[in-house]
């Protein structure tokens, strides 16, 4: 996966595989940008997808959009990203 934020910049590169759960995904979303995995909200279509979903399961594929939104303790700090190229073949 390759996750942008709204102006385009590139913010981490993350490989997944279909029978990964969520969490992987997550804790390499960590390694990349530095934001916990408690602290992130990954959202497929209209479904919050949790930690221990596995991605095959929630009919995420290769070049699909999922939203990462990073929260923090500030109001009105959130930031949202987009991920595109969610799987590896």
Known sequence: MTAVDWGGETKADIV???CDTV???MEQI?????????????VFGERRCEEEDIWSELGVHQN???????ITDEVGANYTYHIVDALAD
């Open 16 to 18: 997944v595989r279909p």
């Open 23 to 25: 969490r992987v995904g």
């Open 30 to 42: 960590q390694d990349q940008i530095g934001v916990a995995p408690r602290l992130q909200r990954l």
């Open 64 to 70: 699909v959009q999922l939203q990462l939104t990073v």
